[in-house]
Structure formats: C-alpha cells, structure tokens
Nanobody, 125 residues
Framework: QVQLSESGGGLVQTGGSLRLSCRAS????????MGWFRQTPGKEREFVAG????????YYADSVKGRFTISRDNPGNLVFLQMDNLKPEDTAVYYC??????????????????WGQGTQVTVSS
C-alpha cells in the first residue's frame, strides 16, 4: 500500500512562490493518477490540480489556473506543485493523494485515497 508524504509548505508573502513535493513510499505510483487538494478549517477538501501517470493530462481548479503547475517524477516517485503568484486565499493545508482505480471523477476528494498528512501554506497580505 502506498504512503504519501507532503513537504515544502511555509509562510510566504502575496505574490511569492512555493514548491510542494509529495513523496510516495511503499510502492511505486508510476501508473497512478495523482492529485493535490487543499483544505481550510470548516470547509470541504478542495481540488487544486491533477496529473495523469504519463503527465499528458493535467487538470486545474479555475482558482489556480495560470498560477500553479503540477508535475511528476516517476522514477523518483514524486509529485510536485509549483505555486506562483500566491494570494492570501491560497492559505490552506495542502494534501496529495492518488485517484482510486474505480473513480470516475478526477476533482472530488471522494475519488482519492492514501492521503498524506498535509503541509501548511500560509500567504500573508
């Protein structure tokens, strides 16, 4: 069973950048569709970006399109989220997860499993 671990969060000013990493262990994620989500207190976990196993297909939430870039390094069992031009509304705990084999959706949290512990991103105004 795969275990996921996120890192790279921190405190940044508006307009700044951060690069989040998601490292998989336990087994390879080479053929998995992977996603990044974020969550703030009292709100449902929100889809941010997703990427197919071969990086040919990517999806983004409208709120981050043009500012965030998802990528992956299959040999390294890693998935990244490059976040540029950050805004205070991007403040959240960010999680990575793998999409379930049986899932039809790529943007709802219920379609994903093997969540990491999350990494906090705080954007100051």
């Amino acid at each position: 069973q795969v275990q996921l671990s996120e890192s790279g969060g921190g405190l940044v000013q508006t307009g700044g950048s951060l690069r989040l990493s998601c490292r998989a262990s336990g087994r390879a994620i080479t053929i998995d569709f992977m996603g990044w989500f974020r969550q703030t207190p009292g709100k449902e976990r929100e889809f941010v970006a997703g990427i197919s196993w071969n990086s040919e297909v990517t999806y983004y939430a409208d709120s981050v399109k043009g500012r965030f870039t998802i990528s992956r390094d299959n040999p390294g069992n890693l998935v990244f989220l490059q976040m540029d031009n950050l805004k205070p509304e991007d403040t959240a705990v960010y999680y990575c997860a793998r999409r379930k084999d049986s899932a039809f959706s790529s943007s709802h949290y219920s379609a994903y499993e093997a969540w990491g512990q999350g990494t906090q991103v705080t954007v100051s105004s």
